[in-house]
């Protein structure tokens, strides 16, 4: 779940996720031969495939995860195994808390740990990633399959997209937790509108290069610059870019104010961060504004935003842990009353991402 740092990644900016506690879990044993047989407790069906021919299948969903990453890890040199077992997760689903790089993520540690091969916690993000991308069709960055794998209990994960330098930071815990809510709202139109706003970041900067020859992407771009050399843009690219600049900006002090732990400070940008996407961006959608005013208005609650791409999914609020009944209580009727659905609620803080479960 992103803290901070949205619709940054694709512009080689800034992104502060952290793992969250809930998890997609691969119960596995090594098959004598090349088949991949798995069952989904959670969708109640079962996949087969075999890793000498591994396509994709229009009708199987879920197991074209599993698949993108088989064929990620045979082309990066691992001969793989064989392997049997059943798939159960607990990440809610296309709501923006990316079940699809938990689903990734886990099936690459359980193939690369029954075939005895060693990849790198960086290398397994990016081939999941890559999985993503090539297997199912989905342009996305590299954030989410990044903490999956990278995320450590107590810290958020400040990533750098261009150079994939990281850092752990710690997320000061005693006082506050993070409520994510669930607005249940599908996100229909997240998938022509995520690729609209690339395109328009890609013209901002093609335009701006006018201006500053050097710049690759609005990474590259400061506030300043983009407010004295962007005067003759289109107005709507003009607002695409602002949000993606001052984003960039927001990021960076939020990793100051998690290190000086000024806890109201980093409420405040996830405050402005929410603002922009909404005004600037405009990827928010009536419940998630209404999720979010509702958290704002609650006593304590230090700040409050949209997570993930938008148009739906959920909503992260900073809270203090001694109100979080008391916050659940009151954005759930608020929500209820102005959109007439019931919200889903989870209280989390950083968790480790990927590991090995031993039992037995
Ligand atoms: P998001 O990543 O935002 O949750 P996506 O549409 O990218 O949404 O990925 C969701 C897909 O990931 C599901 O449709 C399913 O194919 C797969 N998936 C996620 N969790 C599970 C699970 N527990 N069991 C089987 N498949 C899952
Ligand atoms: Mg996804």
Redesign the pocket.
Known sequence: MNLIGEHTDYNDGFVLPIAIDHD?RFAVRKRPDRLVRLY????ENEVQFDLDNVVPDPDD?????VRGIAVQLTKSGRLLHGMEGV?????????????????EVAAGMAFSTLSMQVVDPPEMARLAQAA?QEF?G?Q?GIM?QFVSRMGHVGSALFLDCRSLEYEHVPVPSDEHLFVVANSKQS?ELAGSAYNERRAQCEAAVEHLRGALPGIKALRDVSPEELRQHGGDLDPVVFRRARHVVTENERTLQAVEALRANDMPRFGALMNQSHDSLRDDYEVSSPGLDALVNAARAVDGCLGSRLT??GFG?CTVSLVPQLRVDNFIRQVRDAYREACGIEGEFYVTRPAPGAGLVHTA
Do not use: K
């Open positions: 997609v989904s407790l959670d969708m969903p879920w197991g074209n995860y798939v159960q997760g607990n990440v809610p689903i296309a709501s923006g808390l990316s079940s699809s790089a938990a689903m993503e199912i989905v996305c989410d996100r993930g791409a999914g």
